[in-house]
């Protein structure tokens, strides 16, 4: 059964004209049901982790002074949100939606969250809508309780994932892969152990034929037993912060042999949705929708 971690929280408040697009995280588990693509079994709540996950990523002091609301006015700007105990709950629990998906991975092969993709999160500082790096937190659970030797974080957001570049720079068993806009946020880039930067305005057939180039061989060197996959949508033309320029299908067809890949190596998935900022919001929820229709039809 495809699991996907969702809760309520996950769509917290924000002030009137935020750019971020909070009301997706309603609308798209609300699409999946009704289209039938999901029922109500296929989502969990996650809950409050363990908090030595979280500080086996991030420095303590930064984690508690987030819990404690005793950030700096300056690191709290560089968030991009207002900061409050019902955001930082709210990225606790996302956090755990992604710890939780990645034990179901392990057991159906694939599991996704709703939210999550937060990769701009540093070990010492947040940024850009980011607070806690989820997909840091659950490959860390997976190595210290003896789940996963080798993995691999995918990051296919617009946006490089600097965060998570950043916190595994001295770690030989997380390899970290982004293929992000070369011109766009961040613009001061962390290292990688694999970047691909795009030109602007590239399109399906240039980045599929990167994406088809390398992944494979990816995977063959590197013999990962787990995957974690970043399938951000503001790789769409139509995207407010992205640059880059995918239809839809052609965002689909990235997600279809991201996942195949996974599949037929036979290695668990878990995906965080990552960033998508077009300006209708049907276009954002279609691009992550379908991200889920592929996982249930390539694997259940």
């Known amino acids: 059964m495809l699991k996907i971690a969702y809760h309520p929280i996950f769509k917290h408040s924000l002030p009137k004209g935020h750019r971020f697009p909070m009301e997706k995280y309603d609308l798209l588990p609300q699409?999946?049901?009704?289209?039938?693509?999901?029922?109500?079994?296929?989502?969990?709540?996650?809950?409050?982790?363990?908090?030595?996950?979280?500080?086996?990523?991030?420095?303590?002091?930064?984690?508690?002074?987030?819990?404690?609301?005793t950030l700096d006015q300056r690191?709290?700007?560089?968030?991009g949100f207002p900061l409050s105990r019902g955001l930082v709950h709210r990225e606790v629990l996302i956090a755990d939606g992604?710890?939780?998906?990645?034990?179901?991975?392990?057991?159906?092969?694939?599991?996704?969250?709703?939210?999550?993709?937060?990769?701009?999160?540093?070990?010492?500082?947040?940024?850009?809508?980011?607070?806690l790096n989820d997909q840091a937190i659950g490959a860390r659970y997976l190595q210290q309780n003896g789940l996963a030797k080798k993995i691999l974080i995918v990051d296919l957001d617009v946006h490089q994932g600097n965060g998570t570049a950043e916190i595994f720079q001295n770690d030989s068993l997380v390899f970290t892969f982004s293929m992000h806009g070369k011109s766009n946020y961040p613009f001061k880039k962390e290292k990688s152990d694999l970047d691909i930067a795009l030109e602007n305005g590239t399109e399906d057939a240039t980045y599929l034929d990167i994406l088809k180039t390398t992944l494979p061989q990816l995977i063959a060197e590197q013999e990962p037993d787990f995957i974690y996959y970043l399938s951000g949508v503001d790789v769409v033309a139509t995207d407010k912060l992205g640059k880059l320029g995918l239809s839809i299908e052609g965002c689909k067809a990235r997600d279809r042999f991201v996942l195949e890949q996974c599949k037929t190596n036979q290695i668990p998935v878990m995906c965080s949705m990552g960033g998508g900022y077009s300006a209708e919001i049907k276009t954002i929820v279609e691009a992550h929708a379908n991200t889920f229709r592929l996982a249930q039809d390539l694997y259940f």
């Open 98 to 131: 992604t710890i939780k998906a990645s034990e179901f991975a392990l057991e159906f092969g694939i599991a996704m969250n709703i939210a999550g993709g937060t990769h701009h999160a540093f070990s010492d500082h947040g940024e850009a809508f980011c607070l």
């Open 31 to 69: 699409q999946l049901l009704y289209e039938g693509t999901c029922n109500e079994a296929n989502f969990f709540e996650p809950e409050k982790p363990n908090d030595k996950y979280i500080v086996s990523v991030h420095d303590p002091e930064y984690y508690y002074d987030l819990v404690n609301l």
């Open 75 to 79: 690191a709290a700007r560089k968030i």
